[in-house]
């Protein structure tokens, strides 16, 4: 027969295996609740990034129609009544003069097709895709600077990275946004523009020297938060600092994704 203190040992290690059982079994449940709370959590982050990937498309689109609207009606409209009405004066115009105002007329076409030929590059939709960011925001500013809208600069440092395209998307939207700012509320005479290629991370910096407002009356501002939600999907540091007539910057952060 089996001694007191064996059969006390026998169920004290049996204790001792459900103990441990049940820990185990607590411990797989446990792990198994958070990792399907962390694979939702990452679902969900994926979902938010590409509902705001296809708003920010959809934004930079509309945004697109805008820009050709405008320049149809303020360039390329007034350039072809200009060509329109110099033809007019040519049909009346004695023959001795006819040589300087058809040089004067061949010149205003000139002018619009090369207008024609800087609005096409605006006309796709995916011009982020196409051309990447450094190119679009080039186009931006040059269209600023084409419409006289104000005097825009762009300064490159570092080595341009390759990021994904749809960040670029992204990003994009946070300037045009900015941009849009801009032109609407600041009225500005200039836009800095500097994007610095680090070598893990590109900082942006964005500045005007408009009006300028008062960051605590505007802090539920629609578009600022569109800005810093799109930035916190990007995991990028945002910041939008501006003093009245002291004009307004925007700095962004966007860290280099480490691809798995």
């Known amino acids: 027969m089996l001694q007191k203190e064996e059969i006390l040992l026998i169920i004290y290690l049996i204790a001792v295996v459900f103990f441990l059982a049940v820990f185990v079994v607590v411990f797989f449940v446990a792990f198994q609740r958070r990792k399907n709370k962390l694979l939702l959590e990452k679902y969900e982050a994926q979902q938010r990034f590409q509902q705001e990937l296809a708003s920010s498309r959809l ?38 003069t006819l040589r300087d105002q058809v040089s004067e007329t061949k010149d205003v076409i000139v002018a619009t097709v090369e207008e024609v030929r800087s609005l096409s590059k605006t006309l796709n939709t995916e011009v982020v895709l196409n051309n990447g960011l450094v190119e679009s925001v080039k186009t931006e500013l040059e269209r600023f600077n084409r419409l006289n809208f104000l005097h825009a600069d762009l300064k490159l440092d570092g080595e341009e990275t390759v990021i994904r395209k749809e960040d670029e998307i992204i990003i994009f939207r946070i300037l045009q946004e900015f941009f849009s700012n801009v032109i ?3 009225k500005a005479n200039k836009l800095f523009v500097h994007l610095y290629y680090h070598k893990n991370q590109l900082q942006i910096i964005a500045e005007d020297d408009g009006e300028g407002f008062d960051t605590e009356q505007k802090s539920g501002n629609s578009g600022l938060q569109n800005m810093k939600s799109r930035a916190s999907l990007l995991g990028a540091d945002f ?14 952060t966007y860290p280099y994704p480490i691809y798995e």
């Open 59 to 96: 934004e930079i689109q509309e945004q697109t129609f805008k820009n050709i609207a405008w320049e149809l009606h303020d360039n390329v409209g007034q350039l072809l009544s200009v060509a329109n009405l110099q033809l007019n004066m040519l049909m009346t115009a004695p023959v001795d």
């Open 184 to 186: 609407k509320h600041a």
């Open 239 to 252: 910041n939008l600092s501006s003093q009245p007539g002291d004009g307004t910057q925007l700095q962004l």
